[in-house]
């Protein structure tokens, strides 16, 4: 089958590889008609994590089951699914607890597993063909009748919509709050649609690309230009001067100084500390964007260990509280469907490209670049 395999830093290819079966009796082989490049991909696509070279990249994924395992009773041949990005067990701790996010069977360097990703097991990714799904009927979600029709909405479920859904939530936004998003790509827009679904009355998003920020200002959101003005003194002056009530940070540890997308000009705890500066006393931050443990091209000692200079003085000072971590997408992909199936979302307005899976070297290095227009790439395998 064709896929996608990392070479090394910058460098992907499609090739042929061995052909993704069914390997255990609670298997399921998915045909992969849909697959996103996420903005973490870029972590692993720029050699900034401990990828190892071969693997298949792609945790977003959707497409069409094709067999089954033995044991496997819900997930029926020919069934539409889209697939969380997290690899449960069902049965473990965790999963037992509803957190397959932190599953502790299948991913053997510790709690959590995803397709295709740097310390979350062995499992490849869905940037191919085809998809070996361990624990079928645990992590497929069968979608609804309209599900080709839609497919490009649905399969914002495998991550991104549920990511930044799950940002709002850790913030804990109420009907009614304001929200200071800091971030624009896929994920900071999903929040920002989530918190406008959920009652907001004042969305902000801080971003500095002026296609990303056109899109927050299409969904009702207030775009600030952060290398225009200083978002945390806008936020302020726009809320009598008491800041957000919640806030979610959707970049992560790459985040920059204005100007040019480049390690040379990284702050890692910029976004965290102007977020701490934008939300009001007492208010709920949700922590989405990814910080890894380490990083082996980091400029400095801290940035090498994952470690970042926080601002934990005017946080405790404020009484804020915050909630991190990697979504837990079953805990929302249902929910979120039927927002879907009954016509009052539509996420698949972040989508920019349709690409063929042929195309998706090229669409790495224009994402990764962040071109203007590039906001969201479904590659499409099967075409």
């Known amino acids: 089958m064709k896929a996608l395999i990392y070479n090394g830093p910058c460098d992907v290819s499609v090739q042929d590889v061995p052909e993704a079966r069914i390997q255990m009796p609670t298997d399921v082989l998915v045909k992969i008609t849909s697959t996103n490049i996420c903005g973490s991909d870029l972590h692993m696509y720029e050699g900034r994590t401990s990828l190892e070279k071969g693997r298949i990249i792609g945790h977003e994924?959707?497409?069409?089951?094709?067999?089954?395992?033995?044991?496997?009773?819900?997930?029926?041949?020919?069934?539409?699914?889209?697939?969380?990005?997290?690899?449960?067990?069902?049965?473990?701790?965790?999963?037992?607890?509803?957190?397959?996010?932190?599953?502790?069977?299948?991913?053997?360097?510790?709690?959590?597993?995803?397709?295709?990703?740097?310390?979350?097991?062995?499992?490849?990714?869905?940037?191919?063909?085809?998809?070996?799904?361990?624990?079928?009927?645990?992590?497929?979600?069968?979608?609804?009748?309209?599900?080709?029709?839609?497919?490009?909405?649905?399969?914002?479920?495998?991550?991104?919509?549920?990511?930044?859904?799950?940002?709002?939530?850790?913030?804990?936004?109420?009907?009614?709050?304001?929200?200071?998003?800091?971030?624009a790509g896929p994920v900071g827009l999903m929040a920002a649609y989530s918190a406008t679904l959920m009652g907001a009355d004042?969305?902000?998003?801080?971003?500095?690309?002026?296609?990303?920020?056109?899109?927050?200002?299409?969904?009702?959101?207030?775009?600030?230009?952060?290398?225009?003005?200083?978002?945390?003194?806008?936020?302020?002056?726009?809320?009598?001067?008491?800041?957000?009530?919640?806030?979610?940070?959707?970049?992560?540890?790459?985040?920059?100084?204005?100007?040019?997308?480049?390690?040379?000009?990284?702050?890692?705890?910029?976004?965290?500390?102007?977020?701490?500066?934008?939300?009001?006393?007492?208010?709920?931050?949700?922590?989405?964007?990814?910080?890894?443990?380490?990083?082996?091209?980091?400029?400095?000692?801290?940035?090498?260990k994952g470690q970042i200079k926080f601002d934990m003085g005017l946080f405790f000072q404020k009484a804020l509280t915050m909630g991190s971590g990697q979504a837990n997408v079953k805990k929302y992909n249902r929910s979120l469907m039927r927002l879907i199936n009954a016509g009052k979302a539509k996420p698949s307005f972040v989508v920019s490209h349709e690409l063929p899976l042929s195309e998706a070297p090229n669409a790495y290095k224009h994402f990764d670049n962040r071109d203007e227009g590039w906001t969201k790439v479904i590659l499409k395998p099967q075409t």
Not at 276 to 301: I, Q, T
């Open 61 to 183: 994924n959707l497409g069409e089951v094709v067999a089954i395992g033995k044991a496997v009773t819900k997930v029926k041949i020919g069934d539409r699914v889209c697939l969380p990005f997290n690899v449960g067990c069902g049965f473990c701790d965790s999963c037992d607890q509803g957190k397959p996010n932190l599953c502790l069977t299948n991913n053997p360097a510790g709690a959590g597993a995803a397709y295709g990703y740097a310390d979350a097991g062995p499992w490849q990714g869905g940037q191919a063909e085809f998809l070996q799904v361990p624990f079928g009927d645990f992590n497929c979600l069968i979608l609804p009748e309209d599900a080709q029709e839609k497919e490009n909405d649905y399969v914002m479920l495998a991550d991104i919509w549920p990511t930044g859904h799950h940002a709002v939530v850790l913030s804990g936004l109420q009907p009614g709050e304001s929200i200071v998003i800091y971030g």
């Open 202 to 304: 004042q969305v902000f998003v801080v971003d500095e690309h002026p296609d990303r920020l056109k899109l927050a200002e299409q969904i009702g959101a207030i775009p600030i230009d952060f290398s225009k003005v200083v978002p945390p003194e806008v936020v302020n002056a726009m809320t009598g001067g008491n800041g957000a009530d919640r806030g979610c940070e959707c970049v992560g540890w790459q985040c920059h100084d204005p100007g040019h997308h480049h390690k040379s000009n990284e702050r890692p705890e910029l976004t965290l500390n102007n977020l701490v500066r934008s939300v009001k006393s007492g208010g709920g931050l949700g922590v989405v964007g990814l910080y890894e443990s380490s990083d082996p091209n980091g400029d400095d000692e801290l940035a090498k």
